[in-house]
């Protein structure tokens, strides 16, 4: 494996309660890395002064005001000169050989501009084994409390979580790094749809282990996240869609969004993200110039999945019982669950499988 030189940067947002886990898993990761930079989101907490006491190794940079993850990434991005970065969010904590086997993965598959691995719950079931992403814009996460020995296929995805993701730096900066208007949610999905129509490929590398302990801030932040959700999303439609394909989806999209505002909750904060989406229209209109400029994939060289690849990530299927995916119900037929009304998946063993420590 030839050596690159890799850049690790984190965003933070009041986190000091799980921030030392993630940076002693960096410690102890096998590959040698150039930096460490941490960008702190205006944290009103310790955060920072337990990273400059407890970790001087890392640098940080403090924000002069909150503007979300998304132009997080980008600043920690301006102060890297590394060939690649590792993007990590403040509650993933790295398996020792993470990092070598994200690296030796883009080395040896052609044109891999960004690669993700095994995103895993400390119960032991998947948070994400890549995404996907349908032609209405919405995303998923293939694998999602799934048992772990399971996707342990590598393929080309649409996108990887920003949580951890390994990318080429100087080709996200040609194609315009995340969308700074995001704040939060969606840009990573942003982000591979455009790697995939500039040419480019995302990938998914199961080896590579990540644990993702689902931040408390963010379980706290229901309507922010429906709304950031819902609003970048529509803004994506309006940008990365070829003109035809949008004048076909984004009316199927308004009539899956307005079905989610009559029967589920956040209402207010569903119908302020269209608003916000119409005050800006021009601006998304212009960055579209920019995102289109890049094309080289047409819409339908693009791998979006269909619903049958919402099922299982576009894998086979195992052949013996066949358990509800969340609820984790026996289900004699069909593929999908009354009970909780999702999606079915055939697994051999419905209990989650747990491979350990993370160290």
């Known amino acids: 494996m030839i050596k690159q030189t890799v850049d690790i940067i984190i965003c933070t947002f009041n986190n000091e309660a799980i921030i030392s886990l993630c940076l002693q898993s960096i410690k102890k990761i096998e590959y040698s890395f150039q930096k460490c930079i941490v960008v702190d989101d205006c944290s009103t907490d310790n955060t920072t002064n337990i990273i400059k006491t407890y970790f001087p190794w890392v640098q940080v ?149 990540a644990y993702h302990n689902k931040n408390q801030t963010v379980k706290n932040m229901k309507k922010e996240v429906y709304y950031y959700g819902t609003r970048n999303r529509i803004r994506s439609l309006l940008k990365n869609h070829q003109f035809k394909t949008l004048l076909f989806y984004l009316p199927l999209y308004l009539g899956y969004s307005l079905l989610e505002i009559i029967i589920r909750p956040y209402r207010k904060q569903k119908i302020a993200a269209w608003g916000w989406n119409i005050k800006n229209i021009k601006d998304t209109f212009k960055k579209r110039k920019e995102v289109q400029s890049l094309r080289v994939f047409n819409d339908n060289e693009l791998p979006f999945s269909g619903i049958l690849k919402l099922v299982n990530g576009g894998l086979p299927m195992a052949k013996n019982r066949m358990f509800c995916d969340r609820c984790r119900k026996r289900i004699k037929s069909g593929i999908f669950c009354a009970k909780c009304a999702s999606f079915m998946e055939k697994t051999k063993d419905p209990k989650p499988v747990v491979e350990g420590n993370y160290v």
């Open 61 to 209: 940079i403090k924000k002069k005001y909150n503007s979300g993850p998304s132009e997080s990434r980008n600043i920690g991005m301006q102060n890297s000169d590394a060939e690649l970065i590792l993007f990590m969010d403040s509650d993933v904590y790295l398996t020792k050989k993470f990092l070598t086997r994200l690296v030796a993965s883009m080395q040896k598959m052609e044109n891999v501009v960004i690669c993700g691995g095994k995103m895993v719950f400390s119960n032991g079931t998947i948070d994400s084994a890549g995404g996907g992403l349908s032609k209405i814009g919405v995303g998923f996460d293939i694998g999602h409390e799934q048992i772990l020995n399971s996707h342990n296929q590598g393929r080309d995805v649409m996108y990887t979580p920003s949580a951890a993701m390994l990318v080429s730096r100087k080709v996200i900066q040609t194609l315009g790094g995340f969308d700074s208007t995001y704040f939060y949610g969606h840009e990573d999905t942003d982000l591979g749809w455009r790697v995939n129509m500039a040419g480019c490929r995302v990938y998914y590398e199961p080896a590579a282990v």
